[in-house]
């Protein structure tokens, strides 16, 4: 009798230990400080980052720094990765507030509606996916698993899980406050996955206090097929979030 009910909470347990061991959804928000529509979609993208089970990075973009104001986050970088998927997701400009989840679909921020459904569908998406070892504060480890022709990528990406506030001095925002969540300081590709266990150096952060996530994802802008964080060490106490005004 013990033992049978002892077996039973056993599987009771499997479903939750599963659960807790699914990749986040990641979604990535391309915004920009100078970029009146961005407001709104601001505190959208607020809330996702208190989701459990999402992490919600905010990737400043450059290109609408010549409306007059220059994005105090944005890197070269950022509009890089979101040209790249441009041709996946089959379409012909980057825009901004745009939302790209796992990789695999897109929305403009300021449809909800149509944002929720998109995560919802990820959510439930089963897929099979290599595990993730962060190995000390240098090494990653990623374990085996089905790969795309031609590999996958595997980035390191390091965001400020503190709000940051910027106040706007020029532009079509100016005079606007802006707290934006979960920006992204930098993004770092390791190498190549190509479904074989495989370790990785980590670069030490230029920043203290910064969350890491390593992506495992298609090349190009494909598809993420897996994603995981690391909580950082105990780090000296951050400066101010408050971002000087220009």
Known sequence: ????????????????????????????????????????????????????????????????????????????EFAERQRAYLTPLSLREPYTPQLVINGASEASAVEPDKVEALLEAAAHARRPAPDIQFIGPRRVDVGSGPAPRGGAEVWLVRYDPKPREVVVRRGENRGQTLEQRNVVREIVRLGRWRGRPTAYSTPEPKEDGLETLLIVQGPEGGRILAAKSQTPPTLKPAASTQTAAR
Do not use: H
Request: negative net charge; hydrophobic residues 60%; glycine residues 4%.
């Open 1 to 76: 009798m013990i033992r049978a009910l002892l077996a039973s909470l056993c599987l009771l347990a499997v479903p939750a230990v599963a659960a807790a061991a699914k990749p986040p959804v990641v979604v990535e928000f391309y915004t920009a400080q100078g970029c009146a529509a961005c407001i709104e979609a601001n505190a959208f993208v607020n809330e996702l980052a208190e989701r459990p089970g999402v992490v919600a990075l905010t990737f400043a973009v450059d290109y609408w720094d010549y409306l007059g104001w220059e994005d105090t986050f944005a890197l070269p």
